[in-house]
């Protein structure tokens, strides 16, 4: 493995070994794999899961790890090709990045969407002309339209919960006071679609899947013999469901528009999760979410307070995961 | 021990063996006691000492750690319970806290007074809200009214003097431009008081110590042979002193009322600290300082750069108190 | 070797030996070299290139670091002597960096020029008043007329380049939104006088080098076999040079004045580098410069993505020059 930017470069069986990987660094711990290996990360976004999970597991592998976020003691940095650089932007990706990278024995690199043109983020425009610029071993910490360590962390929290690899996954967006990025329902989509399961979208009009992704997701769940729809009907969609994930993001339909996608969700207070939504899930129906997730907006105190809630366990598992991924690109 | 959070939980015995390992720590190296070990800090508040200190002992042991400081690239962290999350706070610490946990073999947390209510302070409603979040050792980096990392610290500066354990220890109200917290002054007095000494604290009307802090130290002298005692005459105060602790804090008869406490404050600039203040004290009388100290508003800098002044002694022993700390925490 | 602020401290010999181990070192790597020892990082103004390679440096290295930034998480700090400090500053850099050291085995601290009096930030007011108070090992990490990091990485990379010791060095001035402090130029011209370079200074009127850093820039190159000019002439300075180290500098006519500095540079649009700059230099010139660059203003894009540019070779081997004075100030 030479790099983790999308889970889906990986077939299932290299994702299950490194799921398998994952469980076998938390039952033994490897103290001094990577001594004296750096990771360096770069957050062009706020993190709180990521950093602290990358800095814990990269140490608890005996290495050590940089923080630059450009904003907070960093100059901002340019990403416009052939941009005249007289603004408040001082040093360009060009420079940073291979710079970073060559201190680094592995360079993670969080750049949320840009969230202007769907097309734009759609391709990874920003991801990948950073990924151009890195000659050493990557990692996704999240871009525009993915976010493979959570989706690596979702894929292990599902098998320890006996999640079946067949079993009904259903992706629901959820209101929010304002659009957020498409990446983790991206990734939850198509990790779920690479595992097997039944998934199932449920969003309002004007915050459908784009196309690209839910062709993605069809192909993947294809080759595993899973399938990939979508629907409005929330409460259709909850039939006979295993797990409820739960996902802000913006409208589709007006994206990069603000005012025409807050105006779409005004009306929309009623997406907000709580145990009603079960009525038809199977009883022992889970409740995901990648968090950071609003309480008492996206979803009741009751219900993530309750059984069915498994968002810490998503989010501790973030750490094995990616301890996984740390010690499959730089061990021997 | 399996959270240090109060200074008071311990019986002086057990304060003692801290105070013997940190000096065992700091005579004989240990580089590899915490290998793999991770130390999570969280700070909800502004630090220097508290942040280097920490990183720099948990290394020297061998270990790593983490920062994550909300509203500087995390967002900022909803504490109320029952909140409809629809503001400038993204997630809730009921998420965030056991998540930091679940990455960290120990989690240091600072989270200063409220400065709104006085009872929710003295009852550290929020560190405690947090502190039931946490099923991991934890370490209280300061809260409402507490911060045991100084006072483990000054317990060894005032040990490392050759301040009698039954000396006397007059902690003083000094002004400054605005109120602070109550927690350094709490922690330094139940810290004296705790170790013997005869304890008296000079203030001016107005900045009365709370009665439940009152009783809490009085409690802990007289189970230790020593005495509390309060009162607003400096020079009476300061008559056979061993030590001077100065410290700032707001009103306690105008808690939270900024209007007030400055009006209170305006007319009290005579309690800056000069070497007038130890005529009557004994001649190798101590001034301690928890810093960080305004020069020239809080103590003249002719006294902080002579040599009665022990703050940066007390400073440096915030480092090997808490490499004790985290020892006794975690090792084997 | 008890501190690092001047490369100029340190005889030729010394400074060939520090390039010596600095190549060891990438070769042979030592990741127990410093085991628990704590570099302290202190920066009172941003970094990118600084940050990061201190700390992957010093892991590599097996040691730990830590990270203090007035101003984010940490209070602003005060310079000024017999300051009363009843403003934004909570504390004085007379309890800070003594404090800060006391933590580490070595502290790097980063202080730009104030900008404001000449003469001050020749004499390094600022710098000299926080060396004076550190009793450990000492780094520059930038000060107002110093960056001697980045003078022996640059160093290392005309030794790999082949750059003869006798080759001739022009630093040129180059156009930028707002005056820069002095210390890179300062830094790099003397750097190559001390190497023994032909080194020539182009630059506008009004953006002389102050005596006394010429002088110091003669007293080396002399020492060295060397020779230091300065001419506003490009063409002619450009004539047979080996290398182009491109920098941006405030005017020291108008030091201070941004007003009069800015109308000045306002008619200096054509102190920008391209291809063109080189065509009276030696063929396989080369361009250098210590980042961060502003393209399209500084320079070309078309040149500093080409062959002749060796930024990313510069920023590269600020680690491993630094990892050299690490082991050297600290290994046994």
């Known amino acids: 493995m030479k790099r983790f930017v999308d889970l889906a470069e990986l077939d299932t069986v290299a994702v299950r070994d490194l799921v398998t990987l994952a469980t076998r660094l938390e039952q033994s711990p490897r103290p001094q794999a990577l001594a004296g290996k750096v990771l360096g990360l770069l957050f062009m976004n706020p993190s709180l899961r990521t950093l602290a999970s990358f800095q814990a597991g990269m140490s608890r592998l005996g290495g050590n790890s940089f923080v630059i976020t ?118 939850a989509m198509t990790m779920a679609a690479q595992r097997g399961m039944e998934v199932v979208v449920a969003r309002p009009e004007g915050f459908e899947i784009p196309a690209a992704l839910a062709d993605k997701a069809r192909k993947l769940a294809t080759a595993s013999g899973g399938s990939f729809t979508e629907t409005t009907d929330r409460a259709a969609a909850m039939k006979g469901a295993h797990v409820l994930y739960a996902k802000e993001w913006g409208s589709t339909r007006h994206y990069g528009d603000a005012k025409a996608d807050g105006e779409l969700r005004r009306q929309l207070s009623d997406w907000k999760v709580d145990e009603s939504w079960f009525a038809n899930a199977r009883p022992e129906a889970r409740f995901m979410h990648c968090l950071p997730v609003r309480r008492n907006v996206v979803v009741a105190d009751s219900l993530l307070d309750g059984p069915r809630s498994v968002v810490l366990r998503e989010a501790y598992n973030r750490m094995p995961a990616q301890m996984a991924v740390l010690h499959r690109l730089l061990a021997r």
Not at 101 to 124: M, P, T
Not at 133 to 146: G, H, Q, T, Y
């Open 70 to 187: 450009p904003g907070a003691g960093t100059w901002n940095l340019e990403t416009r090709l052939g941009a005249v650089m007289n603004g408040d932007r001082a040093e360009h990706i060009r420079e940073g990045i291979p710079v970073l990278a060559s201190y680094s024995d592995v360079l993670g690199v969080r750049a949320f969407a840009e969230g202007v043109n769907l097309e734009d983020d759609l391709n990874e425009k920003v991801f990948q002309q950073i990924a151009q610029l890195v000659d050493k071993p990557l990692i996704n910490m999240e871009s525009a339209m993915n976010h493979p360590c959570q989706a690596l962390a979702d894929w292990k929290t599902l098998d320890e919960l006996d999640v079946p690899s067949n079993g009904k996954f259903v992706l629901s967006w959820v209101n929010h006071p304002r659009a957020l990025p498409l990446a983790v329902p991206a990734a």
